[in-house]
């Protein structure tokens, strides 16, 4: 089992960046996906981006495309998201997340490791 652990959240304004790194531990295959999810108050989960350990290939919500930066560390087993341009309705808690196999999947159903997730609240 995949164990991850997220961090970087925090308060920022409209207009500011933050990155949010999450660390996996057990992490013994190349086929493995791993990217994020994240949840506002009231709403449902919803997928952000993801990326394929192997290939480094990526895939985002049209919500974050052009602003957000999936990425991953090889060396250091951890991914990475790099949100600019951040806006009210990016408020949400974050999750790291990791399933086994070569496809992105965009239903949270469909990953079995999850961080415990990072608050990010961005303010107007």
């Known amino acids: 089992q995949v164990q991850l652990v997220e961090s970087g959240g925090g308060l920022v304004q409209a207009g500011d960046s933050l990155r949010l790194s999450c660390s996996a531990s057990g992490l013994t295959w190349t086929n493995y996906i791993m990217g994020w999810f994240r949840q506002a108050p009231g709403k449902e989960r919803e997928f952000v981006a993801a990326?394929?350990?192997?290939?480094?290939?990526?895939l985002y919500a049209d919500s974050v495309k052009g602003r957000f930066t999936i990425s991953r560390d090889n060396t250091k087993n951890t991914v990475y998201l790099q949100m600019n341009s951040l806006a009210t309705e990016d408020t949400a808690v974050y999750y790291c997340?990791?399933?086994?196999?070569?496809?992105?999947?965009?239903?949270?159903?469909?990953?079995?490791?999850w961080g415990q997730g990072t608050q990010v609240t961005v303010s107007s």
């Open positions: 997340t990791g399933r086994r196999g070569l496809r992105i999947a965009l239903r949270g159903s469909e990953y079995d490791s």
């Open positions: 990326l394929k350990w192997s290939s480094a290939s990526t």
